[in-house]
């Protein structure tokens, strides 16, 4: 759900005269994008979106987070499918980020937000010129 990217990516060129990529090196901006948690309308769900389907930790929401992970990377055996859903209860058990989000998730959809910004105002107690623009 996440990427990192840059405007221009400068590829190193060996001496035989083939491209590679031990390293690279970034001019102009970089940035790093972020996905949505919910899908777009009539897509499926992906990556971290497969976490939120279903709502509830239900049997059949379980079901559906397995389905879409074994489905996803083509995992047809029972073996695999077993291993996914002890994977997916082990994180939701443990993983504290998880938990985070889907705590926030059940925000998000009974409040409403907005987000204000007022570039002619800074906070108080913060250096006058701390937030002025390039």
């Excluded at 972020?34 to 049997?59: R, T, W």
């Excluded at 990377?73 to 889907?102: C, G, M, Q, W, Y």
């Amino acid at each position: 759900m996440t990427s990192f990217g840059a405007t221009e990516i400068v590829n190193n060129i060996a001496a035989n005269g083939q491209q590679f990529n031990s390293t690279f090196k970034i001019k102009g901006q970089i940035y790093h994008k972020v996905g949505s948690l919910l899908p777009m309308p009539n897509e499926s769900h992906k990556f971290l979106q497969i976490y939120f389907m279903g709502g509830e930790d239900s049997e059949r929401a379980l079901a559906n987070r397995v389905d879409a992970r074994c489905d996803y990377h083509n995992l047809n055996s029972p073996f695999a499918r077993r291993i996914v859903t002890d994977l997916d209860a082990l994180l939701n058990e443990h993983n504290e980020l998880l938990k985070l989000f889907k705590s926030h998730m059940h925000k998000l959809q009974s409040d409403n937000h907005a987000i204000v910004i007022n570039p002619d105002r800074t906070p108080a107690g913060e250096h006058v010129r701390r937030f002025n623009a390039p």
